[in-house]
């Protein structure tokens, strides 16, 4: 970040703009000094680390779980939000997000009414669980499932036919109860 902001700090010496504006558009970083009109004045590629797969499900725990890559996603410290999360739930259900309908709301650190659970046809379903809020038995220790918040979904179906995964964000703002 400190680069970014040296590099800025040149650009913005050397030329008469009124400011610069970023843009991530897919690997690339993409600076546009704000003049009469906007002009394009560098495009830096992202060096692909790789460190995403690596990383991909490191200090998941649960009972009775663990992570698989193929039926659950990481996306923590990728700059995807819980709404991204929401909607590869809602797109590994194999149904389009209308087809479900809100069956539960939680209330989000400001006290705003959040949908937390969506039922759709066949059984299918995508959640949002804060597991030390909603999944903690008498005994006061995590029930079965990853301790970790997350967006839960199951496909429609029966039996070993319905996929159920899960998609871990950096935050997740409200949970069932």
């Given at each position: 970040m400190k680069k970014l902001n040296d590099l800025t700090s040149k650009i913005l010496s050397k030329f008469k703009f009124k400011g610069l504006e970023f843009k991530l558009e897919g690997k690339y970083i993409l600076i546009y000094g704000i003049f009469n009109p906007k002009k394009l004045i560098a495009k830096l590629k992202i060096k692909d680390t790789g460190a995403r797969e690596v990383r991909a499900g490191k200090g998941l725990i649960g009972n009775n779980w663990k992570f698989n890559p193929s039926k659950d996603v990481d996306l923590r410290g990728s700059g995807k939000t819980y709404r991204d999360g929401l909607d590869e739930a809602f797109n590994r259900t194999g149904l389009s997000r209308d087809q479900f309908e809100v069956t539960k709301w939680g209330k989000d650190i400001n006290g705003k009414s959040v949908p937390v659970?969506?039922?759709g046809p066949g059984g299918a379903g995508?959640?949002?669980?804060?597991?030390?809020?909603?999944?903690?038995?008498?005994?006061?220790?995590?029930?079965?499932?990853?301790?970790?918040?997350?967006?839960?979904?199951q496909t429609p179906g029966k039996g070993a036919n319905r996929i159920r995964?899960?998609?871990?964000?950096d935050d997740v703002p409200a949970t069932r109860r």
């Open positions: 659970e969506w039922e995508v959640n949002m669980d804060i597991p030390e809020w909603n999944n903690v038995k008498t005994n006061g220790t995590l029930g079965e499932g990853p301790h970790q918040p997350h967006i839960g979904y995964g899960h998609i871990f964000t």
